[in-house]
């Protein structure tokens, strides 16, 4: 059981809108006991971080990010979510305009933005690849998201310092914000027959695969 389990439970539909720097991403699903079932699993890019790199997100990266919010809540709320919780990341910890978005978002919706610190956004990274199940022995979990999405003068320099800084981290569980690219649907099948249902989730080796691809990529020029 995940945590808080007690025993079986009836089927509610649960959403959450993640609007991080890169793409506002919302997942709808029919949660019961500790499985989720996705009935919506969608990503619009936003380039929010390149934008809070320079301090501010700007009134027309704001109005875009309420926009594509409301959008996605009024979508869980068709699929019969009660409630919808959004959070928010690394740009809205950067961006001095951070609380004007929050109250654009509540004016507009009645949603509210949680900005989570550091400490909580890596937590629910590791809740959220282990199911909230007891970690028995020590795990290294590393949240990729994406090495390079939009065109910026100082683009190719990021991407190689965050592969020099991914190369030097010994993560045991990965996750990126593309399901495909770290296997997320094909893990969670196979955590549910696993002995230990996070051992599908250990993998070093991919890990590893998905930065050397990166830095091919970068080494023909392929900066996307």
Wanted: hydrophobic share 45%; charged share 25%.
């Amino acid at each position: 059981m995940g945590l808080g389990s007690t025993g079986a439970t009836e089927p509610v539909v649960r959403a959450a809108i993640d609007c991080g720097a890169n793409s506002v991403h919302v997942l709808v699903a029919l949660a019961q006991d500790d499985r989720l079932r996705p009935l919506m699993d969608e990503s619009t890019f936003l380039g929010l971080g390149v934008a809070a790199r320079r301090g501010r997100l700007g009134e027309a990266k704001i109005s875009e990010l309420v926009a594509t919010v409301v959008r996605y809540a009024d979508a869980a709320r068709r699929l019969g979510a009660g409630e919808v919780v959004v959070a928010g990341t690394d740009p809205f910890r950067r961006a001095r305009d951070a609380p004007a978005a929050v109250t654009e978002l509540q004016q507009a919706a009645g949603l509210e933005l949680a900005i989570l610190s550091v400490e909580e956004e890596a937590l629910l990274t590791l809740l959220g690849v282990t199911e909230g199940r007891q970690v028995e022995r020590s795990l290294s979990v590393c949240d990729i998201g994406v090495l390079a999405t939009s065109r910026y003068p100082e683009q190719a320099a990021d991407r190689e310092r965050s592969i020099r800084v991914l190369r030097s981290l010994p993560a045991d569980i990965w996750v990126t914000n593309h399901a495909r690219a770290w296997g997320r649907y094909r893990k969670f099948a196979a955590s549910g027959t696993a002995k230990n249902p996070v051992d599908p989730f250990i993998d070093p080796e991919g890990y590893r695969a998905y930065i050397d691809a990166a830095e091919a990529e970068l080494r023909q020029g392929r900066v996307h």
